[in-house]
C-alpha cells in the first residue's frame, strides 16, 4: 500500500494539471492567485471549484458535462486527487485539474472575484462541538468563500449529515445570507432526476443511498456587504 501510494504521488507531480505547493509557497503567495483563468487553464471561462474532492468524481464529472466552464476539485490528500488527475489525463480533459492544499488557505490560492461558484460535496460533518473550527460551513469558512467568489457567485453544499444540512441554514439565516434552494432529501423531493444532482453521485453517495441515508442539498450566495 505505501509503494502505491508513492507511485501515485511520483505520477501527481508529473501531471500538469495538479498543483501542489507547500503551505510555505501558499502564504507567501501563490504565482497562479488571481491567474488560474490565464496561466493555468489559457482561457476565460468561469472557475467553479469542489472542495474536500477526494477522487474528484465531482469534478471530473462536471468537466465532462460542462466544457465552457473550467473546474478545479481541492484537497489536501493527495493519493485521492490521484484517482481524478489520472481520468482526466485518460480524458484528455483541457479544462480541469486538482490543487492539492488544505482548504483553510483557499483564500489565499484564489484572487477575489475570481471564482464563479463552489461545490462542497460530502464533507465530515465534524459533529462534536470542540471540532466546529473545522467544519467547512462554519463561519470564518464562508468568509474565505465570499472573498473569492464574485458577486454573483453560488455554494452547493451535497451531504448525508442532517446535522451540517440543519446547522448551515441556521447558520445562513443568522448572518442574512440567501438560501436559494434547500432540499432534505433530493432522492424524494426533487423529482426532475435528469440534473446535476442526481446525474453525478460519488463513491460515498452511493455507499451512504445503499443505507438508505437521506441525501441532502443546499445552494446558497452571500449578500453584499452594504446588506442588500
Not at 90 to 107: C, M, P, S, Y
Request: charged share 25%; aromatic share 10%; proline share 4%.
Amino acid at each position: 500500500m505505501a509503494r502505491k501510494k508513492l507511485q501515485r504521488f511520483a505520477e501527481n507531480q508529473e501531471f500538469s494539471h495538479v498543483v501542489e505547493p507547500s503551505r510555505k509557497e501558499v502564504v507567501n503567495g501563490l504565482e497562479l492567485r488571481g491567474k488560474w483563468k490565464t496561466g493555468f487553464f489559457k482561457n476565460d471561462n468561469p472557475i467553479i471549484l469542489e472542495l474536500g474532492c477526494g477522487k474528484g468524481e465531482y469534478t471530473v464529472a462536471m468537466a465532462q458535462r460542462f466544457p465552457d466552464h473550467n473546474f478545479v476539485g481541492v484537497d489536501i490528500k493527495g493519493a485521492r486527487i490521484w484517482y481524478g488527475a489520472s481520468e482526466i489525463h485518460k480524458k484528455g480533459l483541457t479544462n480541469a485539474g486538482f490543487l492539492r492544499t488544505q482548504i483553510e488557505l483557499i483564500d489565499q490560492c484564489f484572487a477575489p472575484g475570481e471564482v464563479s461558484e463552489i461545490w462542497i460535496t460530502f464533507p465530515d460533518p465534524q459533529i462534536k462541538h470542540k471540532r466546529a473550527k473545522h467544519r467547512l460551513t462554519n463561519p470564518a469558512m464562508l468568509r474565505r468563500y465570499q472573498d473569492i467568489l464574485h458577486k454573483e457567485g453560488l455554494v452547493h453544499l451535497k451531504t448525508d449529515s442532517e446535522f451540517l444540512h440543519g446547522y448551515t441554514i441556521g447558520l445562513l439565516e443568522i448572518l442574512g445570507h440567501p438560501i436559494l434552494e434547500a432540499w432534505y432529501d433530493i432522492d424524494h423531493q426533487v423529482m426532475n432526476r435528469k440534473n446535476l444532482l442526481h446525474e453525478v453521485s460519488t463513491h460515498y453517495e452511493q455507499l451512504f443511498r445503499d443505507k438508505g441515508k437521506a441525501i441532502s442539498y443546499l445552494r446558497f450566495s452571500f449578500r453584499e456587504e452594504n446588506g442588500n
